[in-house]
């Protein structure tokens, strides 16, 4: 049975912390490995913080430092930019509570510290365990410490840990795809996060492989990762909860199942974005730009109001990428019968074709249908 796609009153905070230690060769994410301007960028975060505090009347269900890499902050710098937050906002005090982490960055009194500041969810960048995998991608990290760093947080305590995995790289076999998911299996994780290698433009990846330094990705490789994966991971007692996210039953990611399912979302720093329900918008995704910004009590940002048709094509997207899929009775009460008969009317293709099934008043991607969602879902957008 489809749970039900409600707006109530929670929301969730993201923070962007924009340093690396290193440039992964595929990331397009807004970073930089210049660390100079690290204590005038957590200065202004923490003053964004306090100029946005009305963005959100709700009381925060979550907290997200994302990035970038936020396990690069000392122990006081990330207190102290949680001590603002805490002030600033009414936090659930049951709120999930997440920090994206390197395994190079753990340290035994860290974690502890983490704990101590109220940090109850770790998000690990292991992306592989084999070590050839992690130098193709020029990561930071090896292949030791991807298994000791989860090791490590395990004997500090945390029980809501999450990694995430890349798939379809040209050093990852299919048998070496298996030896990483059984890895995660036997350090008994709950929720892993698999994404296939996109070749963004622009990245030192794309460089790469355009000057025929580094072999191109293979999408049938991809798509065959993706389809081991779904076996596997069910095997193991997973559910698919969304297309690039698997848990044991109850250890859903609460940040981003409420960006799935519309809840409102403050970002901080640079090139955060926030929704409210009405519009988005996003920080301008400049280091040097955010900073001086800030400094004259600005928040530097675009806004785009939402027409009615991004609000349903996005609903389209994201609802199809979930388990619970795209809940007709949702559409009808919130955008009319008639927007219920033409979604129909298209999806009886994918539904004949067996890439959609439609269930309880619910349309739901197949584990076929899942190879190509975002195809499927662009098909049934209203323009
Ligand atoms: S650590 Fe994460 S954010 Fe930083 S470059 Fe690598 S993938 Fe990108």
Redesign the pocket.
Known sequence: MAEPFTFVAMAGIYIHIPF?K???HY?N?H?STTHHQMEQMLASIKKEAILQKNYLSETIETVYFG???PSLLSVSQLEKLMCVIKAEYKINPNAEITIET?PDDFEEDKLEAWKKIGINRLSI?IQSFVEADLLWMNRAHNALQADTCIRMAKAAGFDNITIDLIYGTPTLSDEAWKENVEKALSLEIDHISCYALTVEPKTGLAKMIQQNKLEDVDPDKQARHFSLLMGWLGDAGFDHYEISNFCKPGKKSKHNSNYWSGVDYLGLGPSAHSFNGKSRQWNIANNALYIKNLEEDQVPFELEELTDFQRINEYIMTSLRTMEGLSLELISNKWGEQKVVEILKIAQKPILQGFMLHQNQNLILTNEGKLMADGIASDLFFI
């Open positions: 690396c290193k440039a992964c990331c994410f970073f990035g970038g890499t390197n960048g």
